[in-house]
């Protein structure tokens, strides 16, 4: 897949129209003029090396960010243009000026098969080439150790430079001039230069040799596992770039799938709706996974699962009554939030964080996704799941958790901080709990089990049912006794919850067109929450709308919305959390997992089948 992006020089204001490289160890964020403005060692959830992204102050005007930057700069460049390279995570950049000068930059993180295990370092590596001329580059490194601080001391050796802080040592290899490269001194590209700057290992083979190496290993990596999709016959290299992305923000050492790579990116200018997004969240679980069983990437869907199900082990012996609703991706350590001091912010929106405090929150619908995320496990016969009788052991403890709760207030799917409410969607996934238990005693054999939760699921939803049903408003409410609609009231018929015809559902639907869109975007609900009203749209709920339209019958209507809905996306063919509802520009942490899996989903559902095609 290729996507093109043309770039006048003189642009240096963050956005985020970015690329992103990886390896599922690490990544990185790489702006409109081939620079890493964004990357945390040794893993996505550590302090930011590269970290301009959201200290993006210039000096005197310059474009060049003070710190926290890695960039690779064509003297006199007035054309950058960028392209991955066809299914693969390897960014190009092609810098070129008005003289006939032009380089081309390869960024990339390896990843391949070795000694039958996966490589993939907690490393980048940045290829650059001469195209034609005679090019001159400078080259700035200033990475940040600790939230913001420049390192304590820079010692160099005959081919590299390391930075050392308190915490941490970051290494840079290079076959260019080391004196150059530190000083950032101009110097003419006549052959080749490889940069790998990571963890602090020294790199013990020839450094081109091992660069070429690491590039066509990583390029034919890609392109096998894309090889491997189960792609829809329409929308194939929107649903690539997408599926390499969610694979991008997958910690593979765990499986924990991260909602987004950054932190602190704001849902809206002006607000305070700035979040760490470098966790994985249980509300996640349901749909990543859909999106991943849709795709047949069943090695990254087992691993997740496999998070998952370690998840329901420690929670299960720990006796608590409460389901964290995300976690780090190791599952251990603290997610505390605070706040940075050293760190301007995105565009300056303060306040910066670090750390989740929706952590401490209930939110009881964490119970339904961990059941239907695991449900896979029981009836896809493509993993290989020792002990389904245990789990279903431990999955009935998270039923009888959501039989408890289903009709308690919690801080709801939108992770409301200063108000509760018995959420419907919380509801309607603890009933989704109960009706998938029933379905596992029924494939297990256990005839008495699947009685018992078929009546509890029974009984719930005629009980949620009665109290998110407004006969007044003639529509289902976002809480039990309420007036107002929420977006996640679109998800009823594909949880099962309710069938696509029934009239309910449809009027529901009906009732979050005329009330919930702006444009093509929606709100996630159009009432005033801790931080007001909502400025932008949340992007999951557009393609959450387009599969509920599909699924009323409503098809042409819902793949013309697709279509448009595709055009929000940056130039690289990747979306953030939020949307601006004018403009279009993204907001949010980026790239947000969900937006991708949305995009995903609803590509499936909504294009021609192979045998339709032909």
Known sequence: MTVSTTTAAGLHSASLDLGVIGNCSIAALIDRRARIVWGCFPRFDRDPVFCALIDNQAEDGDAMPRKGVFAIELVGMTLCEQSYLDNTAILSSVLSDDQGNAIEILDFAPRFVRYERFFRPPQLVRRVRRISGRPRIRVVVKPCLGLGEEPDEITRGSNHVRFVGADQTIRLTTDAPISYVVDSVPFAVDRPFSFFIGSDE???????????????????YWRDWVRSLSLPFEYQREVIRAAITLKLCAFEETGAIVAALTTSIPEAPGTQRNWDYRFCWLRDAYFVVHALNRLGTTRTMEDYLGFITNIVDTFSESGAEHLPPLYPITRGGALDEFESANLSGYRGHQPVRFGNGAATQIQNDGYGAVVLAATHSFFDQRLIQPGKEALFGQLERMGELAIAYFDKPDAGPWELREKEAVHSFSSVMCWAACDRLARIAGTLGRGERKDYWKSESKRLKAVILERIWNEEKGHLVSTFGGTELDATLLLVA???????????????????????????????????????????????????????????????????????????????????EDADLHTGELWGNFPQTYSHVGMINSAMRISRNWEEAF
Not at 203 to 217: G, N, P, W
Not at 515 to 524: A, I
Not at 560 to 575: E, T, V, W, Y
């Open 494 to 576: 594909e949880l099962g919850f309710l069938k696509a015809d029934d009239p309910r559902f449809i009027a529901t639907v009906e009732a979050i067109g005329r009330d919930l869109t702006r444009g093509d975007l929606l709100l996630r609900y159009a009432t005033q929450d801790d931080f007001g009203f909502m400025h932008t749209g949340f992007l999951i709920c557009a393609f959450w709308y387009v599969d509920a339209l599909h699924a009323i019958g409503r098809r042409d209507e819902a793949k013309a919305l697709f279509g448009r809905i595709l055009q929000r996306r940056n130039s690289f063919g990747l979306l953030s």
């Open 202 to 220: 020294a790199l013990r083979a020839e450094i081109e040799e091992t660069s070429r190496e690491f590039l066509d290993k990583t390029t034919d």
